[in-house]
């Protein structure tokens, strides 16, 4: 029995209330955590005790997107869905793997690009990860699962991995 054409009801159901409760619930931590940030770094440096890294929250935030994302690209077929999400990521360490993976999954000429260019970085750690995710997505690519657009694939097929 064919239960493709209710995947989309299921996770629309299902999965995406899911997807928007955890959103939901980090844009309002995010909201109280900036008002009382400064008080807390405050308190922390007078105590001599760390403070959390003001990236964590937001890679929290930037999982439940990246999340969403994926789902549009999956479900909906928006093949570039959370492209700029992903080129937003790439300027913060905490959220390196969500774009790279992000990139990775985007079949469009501006994601392979940017995926490329990381994986050219000076920074050894984040060029890395990037030539990691050029491999996953030749791998993706192989399997069928990344389909090409006009220009995609061409320059990262001549990257060596």
Avoid: C
Avoid at 9 to 29: G, T, V, W
Avoid at 40 to 60: S, T, V
Avoid at 69 to 76: K, L, Q, S
Avoid at 133 to 140: E, I, P, Q, V, W
């Amino acid at each position: 029995m064919d239960y493709s054409n209710k995947a989309g009801d299921y996770y629309r159901e299902h999965l995406l209330p899911k997807i928007l409760a955890a959103q939901n619930e980090i844009e309002s931590k995010i909201v109280v955590m900036n008002a009382a940030d400064e008080t807390h770094r405050r308190i922390a440096e007078e105590l001599r005790i760390p403070f959390p890294p003001p990236g964590q929250i937001h890679g929290y935030k930037a999982a439940t997107q990246y999340a969403y994302d994926d789902y549009r690209r999956r479900v909906f077929g928006e093949k570039d869905a959370g492209l700029d999400n992903a080129i937003r990521w790439l300027q913060s360490e905490t959220t390196w793997d969500f774009a790279l993976g992000a990139l990775a999954r985007i079949s469009n000429p501006t994601a392979e690009a940017k995926l490329l260019e990381a994986a050219n970085s000076k920074n050894s750690r984040l060029a890395e990860m990037a030539q990691g995710f050029l491999r996953l997505r030749k791998d993706f690519r192989a399997k069928g699962l990344l389909q090409r657009q006009s220009g995609a694939w061409g320059d990262a097929s001549r990257y060596e991995v």
